[in-house]
Structure formats: structure tokens, C-alpha cells
């Protein structure tokens, strides 16, 4: 079993940063990624970051690559999303995730456990 807790959600003004944390508890795999998405009402779920746990590899949205900045902490079983210049467009709930196969890792569907998101809102 693994479990997926989300922290650090918010509000903050326009031009403001964010630090989300993922804590995952649970079974250890050899080999997988964490990863980012976020929802807003009315959109689809968007990827926007993931990493290779034990090598580190990132991969971003093209259009998330300037702002948001995803790393890990091995002995925490952690990973975070800093996140930069927010705008009130960036207002979601922001999902960690866990896939045990991490090949197309901007899809959804390849992630097998999902926390329950943590909040953001962006004020103008």
C-alpha cells in the first residue's frame, strides 16, 4: 500500500511563491517517478512536473519549465514543487502522484496512486 499526503497549498498574491510537498508512506519500489498535476473547475487535469526517484531526471511542461522547479529528498520520501510568479490563472488543486512504470509520464493514466490534493489560490 502507498499513501500520498499533499502540504503547502495556499493563498497567495499575484507575483507570490509556493512550495508544495508530497509525502509518500508505504511500499518501496526499485524504480518510479512522482508527479505533479493540478485541476481546475471546469479543466481537465494537467501535468505539470515529474522525477525519476532514483536517478532524479525531471521532465516538465513545456510551459511550466520557467516557473515551477520540482526535486526530491530521498531520506524524507519527498518530493516538492516550488513554484514562482504565480498568477491567478495557476489557482487549482495540485495532485502528487506515483507511477511504478514511469514511461509517458505527462499522462495521467500512467500513475498508479494519487494523493488528495492540496489547494492553491492566486489573488489578483
Known amino acids: 500500500q502507498v499513501q500520498l499526503v499533499e502540504s503547502g497549498g495556499g493563498l497567495v498574491q499575484a507575483g507570490g511563491s509556493l512550495r508544495l510537498s508530497c509525502a509518500a508512506s508505504?511500499?518501496?519500489?526499485?524504480?518510479?517517478?512522482m508527479g505533479w498535476f493540478r485541476q481546475a473547475p471546469g479543466r481537465e487535469r494537467e501535468f505539470l512536473s515529474a522525477?525519476?526517484?532514483?536517478?532524479?531526471?525531471?521532465f516538465y511542461a513545456d510551459s511550466r519549465k520557467g516557473r515551477f522547479t520540482i526535486s526530491r529528498d530521498n531520506a524524507k520520501n519527498t518530493v516538492y514543487l516550488q513554484m514562482n510568479s504565480l498568477a491567478p490563472e495557476d489557482t487549482a488543486v495540485y495532485y502528487c502522484?506515483?507511477?511504478?512504470?514511469?514511461?509517458?509520464?505527462?499522462?495521467?493514466?500512467?500513475?498508479?496512486?494519487w494523493g488528495q490534493g492540496t489547494q492553491v489560490t492566486v489573488s489578483s
Open positions: 508505504g511500499r518501496t519500489f526499485s524504480n518510479y517517478a
Open positions: 502522484a506515483l507511477s511504478t512504470r514511469p514511461v509517458k509520464v505527462a499522462l495521467a493514466t500512467t500513475y498508479d496512486y
Open positions: 522525477i525519476r526517484w532514483s536517478g532524479g531526471s525531471a
